[in-house]
């Protein structure tokens, strides 16, 4: 027989495994009604994967949207960021 700790990880794997199938980030209402369970348990789960570091949140809490969490693409969209506020901009000014 399951234990609870099995059974959580399980729907936790399952979860998981909707949101890194997604072509775009889905509502927490999509990733239940995809997994087959009531709302509640889906956002314990997301909540859980976030806590991991697992799933990113993309908005406020009623309208969030969860994606997989990739931080090497993060990493890098900051990066690209970071170096396009840095550099000179042209046109304009004196220098």
């Not at 406020?60 to 550099?87: C, G, H, Q, Y």
């Amino acid at each position: 027989m399951i234990d609870r700790h099995q059974k959580r990880q399980t729907l936790r794997s399952r979860v998981l495994a909707v949101i890194e199938a997604a072509t775009r980030p889905l509502t927490g209402k999509e990733v239940a009604q995809a997994v087959g369970i009531p709302y509640k348990p889906t956002i314990d789960a997301l909540n859980k994967l976030y806590d991991y570091g697992k799933v990113r949140r993309i908005g406020a809490k009623f309208t969030a949207r969860w994606a997989v969490n990739r931080p090497a693409e993060t990493a890098d969209l900051l990066t690209r960021i970071m170096l396009s506020l840095s550099r000179p901009r042209g046109g304009g000014g004196v220098e």
